[in-house]
């Protein structure tokens, strides 16, 4: 079965430069989620996408932006990168709010801020 | 927002004997409680999970229990192996419109051969 892809796998930026990851949920899945994985830490939400509108937003800085496009990926874009920022970055997808709540994770990206 | 307690944090069995692993939860609008399974700098593989509507449910060596009054539940793995060591999470999200999940810190299994 196809599962919930993203890329790159891992990166390796400077600080203050700029990263763009990307999602391509299930087929069919029309919700995103993007998570932060610290090491040793548990997922943290950042934000959420369903048919292309931002359904929820948690704890993601102002540095970071998200969108949905028309095919339901999703592209998580990140400035002025900061140490702090290096993390696991875990995309969910799930089939759609409202009928089923189970998220299914992507492989995530690894990135590494020098 | 909502919080979740997991414990114990680490948790070292012999194989074939039986893990508990238990979590609780602070708001009573959660009703979705799934359970993953993440292996070291993979992905977070659901394994199990349960709604607000059952109290019990059972995937084979693997049963997830929930106590909706007191606010938790618990995940059992029976006769274990050593490909069950990981680190195992709780979560709980709300529903409907709000689907988030908020995680507990983790449990780091090891399945002593």
């Known amino acids: 079965a196809a599962g919930v892809i993203q890329s790159p796998r891992h990166l390796i930026k400077e600080k203050r430069e700029t990263a763009t990851l990307k999602c391509y949920p299930i087929?069919?899945?029309?919700?995103v989620y993007w998570y932060q994985q610290g090491p040793g830490q548990d997922p943290q939400f950042l934000i959420s996408?369903?048919?292309?509108?931002?359904?929820d937003k948690g704890s993601i800085p102002d540095r970071f932006s998200a969108q949905q496009f028309s095919d339901y990926h999703s592209e998580l874009n990140m400035s002025s990168l900061e140490l702090g920022d290096s993390a696991l970055y875990f995309c969910?997808?799930?089939?759609?709010?409202?009928?089923?709540?189970?998220?299914?994770f992507g492989p995530g990206t690894r990135l590494t801020v020098l | 927002g909502e919080n979740v307690e997991q414990h114990p944090s680490t948790l070292s069995v012999q194989e074939g004997d039986s893990a508990v692993i238990k979590c609780t939860y602070s708001d009573s609008a959660s009703n979705y409680f799934p359970w993953y399974k993440q292996e070291l700098g993979k992905r977070p593989q659901l394994i199990i999970d349960?709604?607000?509507?059952?109290g019990e449910k059972k995937d084979q060596r693997i049963a997830v229990t929930l106590n909706k009054t007191a606010k938790h539940f618990s995940l059992h793995i029976t006769e274990t192996q050593p490909e069950d060591s990981a680190v195992y999470f709780c979560a709980a999200s709300k529903g409907p419109n709000d689907y988030k999940l908020s995680f507990g810190a983790g449990t780091t299994v090891t399945v002593r051969a």
């Open positions: 349960i709604r607000s509507n059952v």
């Open positions: 996408f369903y048919e292309k509108m931002q359904s």
């Open positions: 969910a997808s799930s089939p759609g709010q409202g009928w089923t709540d189970t998220q299914y």
């Open positions: 087929p069919r899945h029309d919700t």
